[in-house]
Structure formats: C-alpha cells, structure tokens
C-alpha cells in the first residue's frame, strides 16, 4: 500500500534526480504541513534550473496515483483534469504528464506559476466527481544575480529570489545536496555521502547563505542549491469517499557549484 507515497516523494522530489533516493517514512512534512500516509493524491510540480550561460530550463508536470479502497492496488480513475487537459494514465495506472518543449506545451506550462489550477476528477461514475482549485505558487526567477562556478564557503553566497505573498505557508524551503560522483571524481579523499542540509527561511526575496551554512561540505566537494515553495489541500470524492490530497510546488535549481575556501 506505500507505492504511491514512494511516487509522491519521488515526484516532488525537490532536487529532482540529483538526489540520492531515501525511503519514506509513514510521517512527513510537505511545505509546513505534517502528513501522514497519502494514497490518493495529484501533484503539479514546477521546476526551473539555472546555469552559467544565464539560461534556464523549465520541468513542469502533473502526475498522479490512486488506490482501490478493496484491494489496495493503484488504480485509475474514469477522468482527470487539469485545468481541462486529460490526463492519461500509463500502463501502471498512474498519472505523469510533462509540459515539455518539443510538444511546444513548456508556455502552457508556464502558465501555472502564480495561478489557481482548476483539477477535476471523476471517480465511479459522473455523480462521484469534485473540482478543486490548487495554487501553483510564483516562479522563482533571478535567485541568484551572477551565477558562479565556484563558492567560497569563507565568503558565503547572497540568494535571491521573487517572492510570494500568497504563499500561506510564508517561507520556503533551501537545500543543499551534495554530488558525490562528481565530488569524488574531483577528490577521491571526499566523502560518499555528506546529509543534506535544509534551511526553512521567510519568504521575503532574500537570505545569506553564510559559512555555518556550508560548513557541513568540504572543500573541492561539489553541491547543489534548491529554493522550493508549495501548497497542499485535499477534497473528498461525494461518492466513492476517496481522499484526495492535492500537493504543488515551485522550485529553482542550480547546476553543481564546487566549494572553494
């Protein structure tokens, strides 16, 4: 019965693939909000990555996952919605649509960050149907001015970012994570695994990463820096009783940056 919380972490996952995957416990926070086991949920997950060229790139995607109230095995539903796009399931039963470039979806896409996304699910039949409205809170652009290769962990890093005044929550989320292959490839003395270190800090625009900050990362290590913001609610299908939990999530992410003293 935990495989669609296994998807839920994954999906929302907020340093993507970079991280290395962990099992989830029965407990667990999303943006402020403790949770317990979730077995029906839609997610609308947002992530921009800087780099060094001052481009970015854009991974928005929706993804779902719903369990059979008799025999506990994922399921599907007879529609899901958002904001008036069908989403298909796979061959597993869940839901994964990508706003991506080559479609020429990725401004659709976009068009999520700061809006009330309107998602619809139809469960038995048409009488077993609700519509929520989720916020996709803002995009996090320009978080950090001039983008560097290289940080010096005596000196420190100024983060930027837009802030959200409708982020109910009031904070958001930084990570920092550590690359351990490409660490090691550049120091083969550095550790396997360094703890991820996260700070949960006001959403007003603005926070000094300082040396206590980095200090759990060595110098030459590589690290990755996240800022992530969400919101969560959830709704109850009229007949079937299904609850639904309906997490979103802006993030922005940078490329590995080597530690410098």
């Known amino acids: 019965m935990n495989k669609p919380l296994l998807l839920l972490i994954s999906a929302g996952c907020l340093v993507s693939c970079q991280k290395e995957a962990s099992n989830p416990a029965n407990n667990w926070t999303w943006f402020g909000t403790q949770n317990s086991t979730v077995y029906n949920y839609v997610l609308i997950n947002a ?7 001052d481009s970015e790139e854009l991974h928005i995607g929706v993804s779902a996952a719903f369990i059979d109230s008799n025999n506990h095995q994922v399921t599907v539903v007879r529609t899901l919605l958002v904001n008036n796009q069908i989403i298909q399931p796979g061959q597993d039963s869940t839901y ?16 999520l960050f700061g809006t009330q996304v309107l998602v619809t699910i139809r469960g038995m039949d048409d009488a077993d149907t609700v519509t929520s409205s989720v916020y996709v809170p803002k995009q996090l652009s320009g978080t950090i001015a001039e983008f560097p290769s290289n940080l010096s962990i005596s000196k420190g890093l100024q983060l930027q970012w837009t802030p959200d005044n409708q982020n109910t929550w009031g904070n958001v989320l930084i990570q920092l994570y550590y690359f351990s292959s ?9 550790p396997n695994n360094i703890s991820t270190v996260s700070l949960t800090v006001p959403d007003n625009g603005s926070y000094f990463l300082s040396k206590t900050d980095l200090t759990p990362f060595p110098c030459n290590a ?3 820096i996240t800022i992530a913001r969400g919101t969560q609610n959830e709704s109850l299908l009229p007949l079937s009783r299904k609850r639904v939990y309906y997490f979103s999530s802006a993030s ?9 003293q």
């Open 182 to 190: 490409l660490s090691k490839k550049s120091d083969s003395a550095l």
């Open 252 to 260: 922005v992410s940078t490329p590995p940056v080597k530690l410098t």
């Open 222 to 224: 590589f690290i990755g």
């Open 96 to 111: 994964n649509y990508n706003y991506n470039f080559t479609s020429g979806e990725i401004n659709k896409g976009s068009q």
């Open 47 to 53: 992530n921009q990555v800087l780099s060094n060229t």
